[in-house]
């Protein structure tokens, strides 16, 4: 229940193309929801969260879509460059300050931006 | 925000030996943590480094091969003791701030021949 399943596994897309990593998970206390950007040699950088009280957020070109009754999440990249190849993480946490709780990482999806 | 440094970047390590990796936060956080990340995969916590009293480790990891410290609000340490080659692997140091936003270090890259 603890799990947060993260697809797909790797993704190719054009420049300029919007690729899209689904996630999804159980655990119904899951209330914050953010998503990592890593690229190779660096640690996770936190790129967008949501909690489940929007359905959508945006911040540049990236956007989260929230669907709170399917218990699933995605992200979207608008416009996408080769900048952008990486491997994104989606996760989830209950309890965003004090009742602090582990935070649960899907599995990564590797993009690759082919110019 | 917070920006965390870890040393050494990576190391090359015979095993039988151990190696402590330094974490240093450049702002006071609630809570520091510390992941393991096999090339490619996902992340695996390790421990949650409690101010001044023992860590709280996951199912898996024991003190007596992951000894942890935090003497203080911005500093940690993880000691990789008795290395195998199954110990070679990316470990990162993460931090939560009061805004409940989690950091990570840029890891160290651990090679146990």
């Known amino acids: 229940q603890q799990q947060v399943k993260q697809s797909p596994q790797s993704l190719i897309v054009q420049k300029g193309g919007i690729p899209i990593i689904n996630c999804a998970y159980e655990?119904?206390?899951?209330?914050?929801f953010p998503w990592y950007q890593q690229f190779p040699g660096k640690g996770p950088a936190l790129l967008i969260a949501?909690?489940?009280?929007?359905s959508e957020k945006k911040e540049g070109r990236f956007t989260i879509s929230f669907n709170k009754s399917a218990k699933q999440f995605s992200l979207h990249i608008m416009d996408s460059q080769p900048g952008d190849s990486a491997t994104y993480f989606c996760?989830?946490?209950?309890?965003?300050?004090?009742?602090?709780?582990?935070?649960?990482f899907g599995t990564g999806t590797k993009l690759q931006v082919i110019p | 925000s917070a920006v965390i440094s870890q040393k050494p970047s990576r190391d090359i390590c015979q095993r039988g030996t151990s190696l402590t990796i330094q974490c240093q936060v450049d702002?006071?956080?609630?809570?520091m943590f510390w992941y393991r990340q096999q090339p490619g995969q996902s992340l695996t916590l390790i421990a949650t480094?409690?101010?001044?009293?023992?860590?709280?480790?996951e199912s898996g990891f024991v003190i007596d091969k992951f000894p942890i410290s935090r003497p203080n609000l911005t500093f940690s340490t993880l000691t990789v003791s008795n290395m195998s080659p199954e110990d070679s692997s990316i470990y990162l140091c993460?931090?939560?701030?009061?805004?409940?936003?989690?950091?990570f270090g840029p890891g160290t890259r651990l090679l146990v021949l």
């Open positions: 702002s006071q956080v609630t809570m």
């Open positions: 993460s931090a939560l701030t009061s805004g409940g936003t989690q950091y």
């Open positions: 480094a409690n101010q001044g009293s023992e860590a709280t480790y």
């Open positions: 949501i909690r489940p009280d929007v």
């Open positions: 655990n119904t206390a899951f209330d914050y």
């Open positions: 996760a989830a946490k209950a309890g965003i300050i004090g009742g602090y709780q582990k935070v649960t």
